[in-house]
């Protein structure tokens, strides 16, 4: 086999799913949704390898989302909770999982946190686990109570926007820490919010915890996809992730597209929550 026919390894297809933020792009790029990749017109479509076409179908679809999607992403026991009871969360999901958390940071143009995520685990919000770029990192933080010392605020790694509330007086912080200073705690809505990253070209947003975050944009039907990874743990008590007013109906309970597949010994399941251009308002099912 010439290496013109050989198929489109997994490197390369990562690589290029990384510069697609749309059909256009993918179609440039020579990647379809049927999992084949293809040359611009005139040339005969490609075929990918096994780990290339899984890479493709994993991630292809939030990529044609398009450069304003703001997806969440949570990890969690098989009884929903993300942590133990005393927060440790030293993990929930396997490395597979956050693998796939890594390349959707990677994906991203900001990653979000709020306050509760960046006290309890001081997380770095880097991408390192495969290749692509770090997004911004973003800590709502409405009464300023995250320490300084944390990753986000010290590594100097990746650019960090601390968004405080009315009255927050920031301290001194590090190179590369930018500070947002809301006018009122109703800026911190979801939809204020997302429309406020997306003014500052961070259209392509990755809600990564805690469950309490994820939960309100879930709510405010700010969420356009869910990544949701079960393990097989139980917990018994814990760290909730996703919680919201339920509907005492179940015919009314929300009941989004969703995809499937094996990420070692979990499952994750990607819920499209609102599709591409518009669609009904979850909160409406919420």
């Known amino acids: 086999m010439s290496a013109a026919t050989d198929p489109l390894g997994a490197a390369a297809t990562w690589?290029?799913?990384?510069?697609?933020?749309?059909?256009?792009?993918?179609?440039?790029?020579?990647?379809r949704s049927d999992g084949d990749a293809g040359g611009p017109d005139g040339?005969?479509?490609?075929?990918?390898?096994?780990?290339?076409?899984?890479?493709?179908?994993?991630?292809?679809?939030?990529c044609l989302a398009g450069p304003r999607v703001v997806f969440a992403q949570l990890g969690q026991s098989l009884d929903g909770f993300i942590a133990t009871r005393t927060g440790d969360a030293d993990y929930v999901t396997g490395e597979e999982d956050r693998r796939h958390l890594h390349r959707l940071r990677a994906l991203a143009d900001a990653v979000l946190v709020g306050a509760g995520t960046a006290v309890a685990?001081?997380?770095?919000?880097?991408?390192?686990?495969?290749a692509g770029p770090d997004p911004v990192r973003v800590v709502l933080d409405p009464q300023g109570r995250?320490?300084?010392t944390r990753w986000v605020f010290t590594?100097?790694?990746a650019p960090t926007l601390w968004v405080v509330g009315p009255g927050v007086v920031p301290e001194r912080v590090g190179n590369g820490v930018e500070v947002l200073a809301l006018p009122d705690r109703d800026a911190f809505a979801p939809g204020r919010l997302r429309a406020a990253l997306a003014a500052r070209g961070l259209g392509r947003v990755l809600v990564e915890g805690g469950g309490?975050?994820?939960?309100?944009?879930?709510?405010?039907g700010a969420l356009d996809?869910?990544?949701?990874t079960v393990a097989?743990?139980?917990?018994?008590?814990?760290?909730?992730?996703?919680?919201?007013?339920?509907?005492?109906?179940?015919?009314?309970?929300?009941?989004?597209p969703v995809r499937r597949c094996v990420l070692g010994e979990d499952t994750l399941f990607e819920l499209e929550l609102r599709a591409p251009g518009g669609g009904p308002d979850v909160a409406d099912a919420v």
Request: proline fraction near 12%; aromatic fraction near 4%.
């Open 121 to 130: 685990d001081d997380p770095r919000l880097t991408v390192r686990a495969c």
């Open 155 to 157: 590594d100097g790694a």
């Open 15 to 31: 690589a290029l799913l990384l510069g697609i933020r749309g059909a256009a792009q993918a179609a440039a790029a020579g990647l």
């Open 43 to 62: 040339h005969p479509p490609r075929a990918l390898s096994p780990a290339a076409a899984e890479l493709a179908e994993r991630y292809l679809p939030l």
């Open 146 to 148: 995250v320490p300084r």
């Open 232 to 256: 097989p743990v139980l917990l018994g008590d814990g760290v909730p992730g996703l919680r919201f007013p339920g509907t005492p109906v179940m015919r009314r309970a929300l009941r989004p």
């Open 225 to 228: 996809r869910l990544y949701l």
């Open 212 to 220: 309490i975050t994820v939960s309100r944009f879930l709510r405010a």
